[in-house]
């Protein structure tokens, strides 16, 4: 029997949702909550699987006829709703990064344990084609002993803190190839002149292999065009993903001074593309009480990396993670 969603927030993240949840067969109705009224009634006019409005997300945790909250809320607030719908016994999808304390994190895991609903991080990048098959050729060793990967990402549309709010999905990312960060050190600054936080950062990781990963990432860059991509550099050939490259090409190996493309099927607003596949396989997950294909210990491995930079950049020195 199909499913309704209640889904707390209406900003850009919830439009990307909803446009998830219309093209999932296991959700037959949303019932939307938002504090802004404007954003509340946009999003309302546009999705017709929205049944219900309301301004406290508080009326979704009582209504017996919700099975999923899916929280979309600002990134400070999502712990505390994760654990109050987790309580309520609700199934919750929790959008990226799900919490800024690892504390928080924690909190919403013992929840998880003690509820009859289960906990999800979205993180969608790990369902990207091009990632997926990057992780493939990994993994059947075709790169040989990777060496380097490193993340270019340029996106003005961007919000600040930028690697908080964005760089938390590409550090899952480096970590599902290469292995966990067993030390990571950041320097982030702001470059514009009117941004309230750091707008640009760069981040170094050492990873259990012993492979070294690097992200760059900025939303202050003059180039008007969003850039995505990842380079992986092994000892028998190396990697080019990127995302809506204008060759079409998002996938490209090397090897011996010659490239080629590799064939897979990476559709235009890749992104938004991933963001509907992961929503429609967490939906299937919980109906057919099936495991995710993103794990609450890759989403806690990349908090984990994701604070140790932070705390690098307090602290002006390397973090060792044990």
Known sequence: MPLTVG????????????QGYVA????????????DEAARRSLYDRYGIIKQVHEDHEALLGDPEIAIIDVCAPTGLRAEIAIAAL???????CEQPPATRMADFEAMLAAAEGSKGRLFVGIPELMIPANEKAHELIQQGELGDVLVASALV????????????????????????????????????????????????LVNMEMAGGAL???????A???DEPTAERRIVGTEGSLLVR????????????????????????????REYATRQLLCHFVECIIAQEEPVVSLQEAQAALRT?????????????????
């Open 7 to 18: 889904q707390i927030g209406a900003g850009a993240l919830g439009s990307s949702h909803m």
């Open 24 to 35: 999932t067969r296991g959700v037959d109705s949303v019932v939307l909550a938002e504090a």
């Open 87 to 93: 309580e309520a016994g609700k199934h919750v999808i």
């Open 154 to 201: 340029m996106d003005n549309a961007l919000a600040n803190p930028v690697m908080m709010q964005s760089g938390y999905a590409v550090i899952a990312v480096l970590q599902r190839w290469l292995g966990p960060a067993v030390s990571v050190s950041m320097t982030a600054k702001r470059v514009a002149g009117e941004a309230e936080a750091e707008d640009t950062a």
């Open 213 to 219: 990963g690097q992200i760059a990432i900025t939303c």
């Open 221 to 223: 860059s003059a180039d």
């Open 243 to 270: 995302d809506d490259p204008e060759d079409e090409l998002p996938l490209v190996g090397f090897e011996e001074m010659m490239f080629f493309p590799i064939p897979v099927h990476n559709p235009p607003h890749i």
């Open 306 to 322: 994701l604070l140790a930079a932070y705390e690098s950049q307090r602290s002006g020195i390397r973090i060792e993670m044990t």
